[in-house]
């Protein structure tokens, strides 16, 4: 039994040194102008559940950098990372459905992932929901809240990511 464990545990190792080399040679690959091979291991990385890869493709299709620029997609691999806790693409998923970009402007739904993103620490974020809310009226700002305080990473409600 303790060499089945630690079998079990040499493969986990692995696994998780295969994914953070996959996002290793993403940031490589794009780093060296080859956006089709980071997006391609970035690829697998998010496949494997890594919210950073999902981040990191996102920002490929939001600028339009090796692919074509894609408002929805870029949502949508935000919307993945925001799902399972990342901050950055809850940050960025609050930004662009404040700004109405890749789906129409909710202000209630991108204050909710803009605190999300604040309670993480991030400052931006907070000065974004601040400024956001000032355009809200106070039952929006509550719905917000709300939702905020109900949150869960994807993660901990045990569902499959997208």
Known sequence: MKYLGGMLAAAAMALSS????????????????????????????????????????????????????DPGLALAWYRRGARLGDATSQLNLGDMIARGQGQDRDPVEASMWLGLAAGQGNRWAAERKRGLARTMTPAEVAEAERRIGEWRPLEARGGPSE
């Not at 970035?42 to 692919?67: E, F, S």
């Open 18 to 69: 295969a994914l953070a080399g996959d996002l290793e040679d993403g940031m490589e690959a794009y780093d060296g102008g080859d956006y089709a091979l980071a997006l391609a291991a970035w690829t697998r990385a998010a496949a494997a559940g890594q919210a950073d890869a999902m981040t990191a493709i996102a920002g490929l299709y939001a600028g339009g950098t090796g692919v074509a620029r």
